[in-house]
């Protein structure tokens, strides 16, 4: 298993030697290469975009699944399992996860291995834990430049794993096929913790824990998640979400799930959606990524640093037009 | 009344003129200010943005309602009621429309007052055609700043209309107090219409045409949405938002509808929501325009619409990755 930690005292190899290495589904290059999207050097970039521009032929042929849920819902066993299942069926799978969240040294969701022990084992996983935290633009880059390199690898489902707290939700759907949300049988509040919008995007719901004595408020869960489900527009792709229940403990609805995953590719893939999906998401994060990085330059620009402050404490204050303050700000930036 | 189409024919007052104009509630002067925050001419603009400056201080004190629905939910006949509702009260009101969709000649929901015959009629009462089409983000622009222009001229509820099919809402949510959704009961499918997330701002949904054969459905369809909303996560201002019907033919739940708004005032000014949520959405203008004019001005660039198309291409085939293609355009804009 790769070190990240380890990278820099190692001779570092030639593009080449990376993309060959990858191609061949070496794991310890595979990591290596990942560490060099995640990089903030020059060089380290300089070298991952053209490894990954060498690579874009042998991408795309996996299936990718965003797995989302609060804290406390079983995250790293469901994923575990889920991941073995896969396995199983003598299929590659990676884990990456997408955590903006974790620079402030709480909510982290990958902070080692250790919690996905046999998984972690599996000749056929890969899991990476999360990047250094960065601006969730920044973070959403490595995740998805770190999906490419997995698939040129040769792994046919990546499992993209994130916190289900903050904006980062958005960001994965944007870069999955298929999007699960894990959630625990409750009394109502059970949806407190998960952002206001992500119940809509996902593709399945799967109840957690429904074993024991939590066994029929997962049932009655299953019903009231239909029930508000049906109260949604219709996605576009026309696939129904469906509310499926599953235990670790009693190793149970696992298969339920990937079978559902199953049907959904079935699905879109006869009715084109797939594909056509890939290619808006693929110009979404084209076009994200410019207005980022053109926001970006904008801020950090010496004279917008000094102005901006005061104005938008006037525009606040309801002293200023937002757009005139606006307008203000850019007059500034273009004559400099 | 104002026909704004007069305006160029007539002579251009100074902007003192239109500020006090606008301070005396003039509406002829306070039709031609909008007109010229609508206005793309240069002159035009640099007028608007100075009598905005001077009127700023006048602004804030409105209560600021979003209205949105499908075509057919009956929006004009409900805005007509509720208007008069607010002008029997003595408050004076002013309704705006946003509408992009209108450029493409379809869609348009305020193409002349007429459809509001008695409310346009009304002293108390301002209405203002659509803005002529352009990007969401302009006419969101000419939107907010006309929202401001009213309450500079003394208007005490706003209601911006917006047709409930597109992107506006999420715009109308950004400039207003509260969010009113209108729906018609049916067989699941009323839904159809309405853009995924709409749902999910809204701070009342209200049926509407809920009299004779229509009641009783009615009635489910509330007892449906109450149950559906119960399942979204709780508003950041701990507002549960409302299920109300009413019926424009019958002449009923048009003070209920009131009554609600008049509570989550309440509500929102006692948890100190109401000002906090203004100084977010003004906050939330400043950097969305900013962001909007750096991404106009990129892709307007000569150099960027000469190779636009190839690497797009490339990104959508999945030839290039997202984040390389956005890198090239980057350095091809920064190095001109």
Known sequence: MIKPKETHKKEEFSAEKYIQGVANGDISILGRAITLVESTKAEHQDLAQKILEQSMSMTGKSIRIGITGVPGVGKSTFIEGFGKHITA??????????????????????????????LSKDALAFIRPS?????????????????????????????????????????????????????????????????????????????????????????????????GLH????????????????????????????DTIDSFMNHCITNNHFEENRKKQAQFWLHESIQEQLGSHFYKHPKIKAKLNDLEKAVVN??????????????LFHTS
């Open 89 to 118: 069926m003598g299929k590659k799978v990676a884990v990456l996860a997408i955590d903006p969240s974790s620079e402030e040294g709480r909510g982290s969701i990958l902070g080692d291995k250790t919690r996905m022990e046999k």
């Open 318 to 331: 309801g002293e200023l037009s937002p757009f005139v303050a606006a307008q203000q700000l850019l007059n």
């Open 131 to 227: 990047p250094t935290a960065g601006s969730l633009g920044g973070v959403a880059r490595k995740t998805r430049e770190s999906i490419l390199l997995c698939e040129a690898a040769g792994y046919e489902v990546i499992l993209v794993e994130t916190v289900g707290v903050g904006q980062s939700e958005t960001a994965v759907h944007s870069m999955v096929d298929f999007f699960l949300l894990l959630m625990l049988a409750g009394a109502g509040d059970e949806l407190q913790g998960i952002k206001r919008g992500i119940m809509e995007m996902a593709d399945a719901i799967a109840i957690t824990k429904a074993d024991g004595d939590n066994l029929n408020p997962s049932k009655i869960a299953v019903n009231e998640y239909k029930r």
């Open 231 to 258: 109260l949604f527009p219709s996605k576009k792709n026309k696939w129904i979400p469906r509310v499926l229940t599953c235990s670790s403990y009693e190793n149970k609805g696992i298969t339920e799930i990937w």
